[in-house]
């Protein structure tokens, strides 16, 4: 019998035990851990390893956009923001234009800040923006 890797698990459990604001989070964590990957590969000059970075976070956007609520102006403006970052990233991947990278990266991290900031709000009970 094999034994599991404890890292793996503790992730699956992570994942499964998480409500809807960690998941989000863990999305956003991961959406920026592609890029910076995708940077790295790109000046390596490792095209497939770029490539695969970028379609992952491509395909994490895909699902942030899947799940907004655009009856909403802010899931509105989010859907705007995540449209320009997909087209974006598909003209890094294919130039392997790290300066485009990087600009996607700070949006991302912009975002998974100002949501990271905005559940502490929620849940201490604060007004967002206070």
């Given amino acids: 019998m094999i034994a599991k890797d404890p890292y793996k698990s503790y992730q699956q459990n992570a994942i499964l035990s998480a409500g809807p604001e960690e998941l989000t989070t863990m999305l956003y964590n991961r959406l920026v ?36 609520d655009t009856r909403y102006e802010v899931g509105q403006n989010l859907n705007l923001m995540y449209d320009y970052m997909n087209r974006r990233l598909l003209e890094a991947n294919l130039k392997k234009d790290k300066e485009i990278l990087q600009e996607i990266t700070g949006y991302a991290e912009e975002i998974r800040d100002t949501w990271v900031q905005a559940v502490k709000q929620v849940k201490t009970g604060a007004s967002v923006g206070s």
């Fill in 33 to 68: 851990k592609d890029l910076k990957l995708a940077q790295e590969a790109v000046d390596k000059k490792d095209i497939q390893s770029a490539h695969q970075a970028i379609i992952h976070a491509q395909d994490i956007i895909a699902h942030l956009m899947n799940t907004l």
